[in-house]
């Protein structure tokens, strides 16, 4: 396909359950838009059928595979899959679709609506709406991390790690070539990165739906990005970012 309007990046780790669903109403959103787009999937070592799911699901939208012969983190999967997008427009998403797909617009219109490169979606906004909030530990966990990576690292920002982000393509290249964080925590990590090049980001409320068959666990996966967090951080005093 050359030159879509939107590439669409899905990470996916375990996701035979649900991916097929994903793609589904993925396909069926952009078809009743007329979005001209492909679709991104990237395997992260799945010890499951996820990759086969994939090949099966018959879709109008293209989907391009990518798979990872071992697990390297969902970090990692975005990255690969951001550099192997065409679109003018590349949105990175979860699996799970906990932000619905409709969603893209309300991102591209506040994208286009000023001399804005990031427009990522927030659950910690005025006007963000949550239909099915998280438990009261991991909603509580969340919002710890939030106000650490804010006062560490990104004043301004309410909300790094929701996992529905949306580039224009022309700064990819200049942000993820010096992503070096390959798990949960890469969210912060190009954000700064994006920052530091001069890039505009805008956080917008969304309507999400937590799912409770989550990958990420509310305590363990919560320390080691709070680590990988202080480890940008530090990277940030050596001068590692030299851009």
């Not at 919560?222 to 990277?235: A, D, N, Q, R, S």
Request: one cysteine or more.
């Amino acid at each position: 396909m050359n030159n879509p309007e939107l590439s669409i990046v899905i990470p996916c780790y375990n996701e035979s359950k649900r991916i097929g669903a994903t793609l589904r109403t993925i396909d069926a959103f952009l078809h009743e838009k007329g979005i001209v787009s492909e679709i991104i999937a990237v395997d992260d070592g799945s010890s499951d059928n996820t990759v086969e799911v994939l090949r099966k699901t018959d879709i109008g939208t293209p989907v391009k595979i990518i798979s990872f012969k071992e697990n390297q983190g969902k970090g990692a999967a975005v990255k690969r899959g951001m550099f192997a997008a065409s679109g003018s427009l590349v949105l990175f998403s979860d699996a799970d679709l906990s932000t619905p797909i409709d969603e893209y617009l309300r991102l591209k219109d506040a994208l286009l609506s000023g001399n804005y490169h990031i427009a990522i979606a927030s659950r910690g906004l005025p006007g963000s709406n949550k239909e099915v909030p998280q438990g009261f530990f991991r909603d509580r966990m969340g919002k710890l991390f939030g106000y650490m990576v804010g006062f560490i690292l990104l004043p301004g920002i309410h909300d790094s790690q929701c996992g529905f982000k949306l580039f224009k393509k022309e700064c990819i290249h200049d942000i993820f070539t010096w992503q070096t964080i390959l798990g949960f925590g890469f969210d912060p990590e190009i954000l700064y990165i994006a920052r530091k090049q001069g890039y505009k980001i805008i956080e917008v409320p969304v309507t999400w739906r937590n799912n409770f068959d989550t990958k990420l666990h509310p305590l363990i996966d919560t320390f080691f990005i709070g680590f990988e967090l202080f480890k940008i951080k530090v990277k940030v005093l050596l001068k590692h970012y030299q851009i």
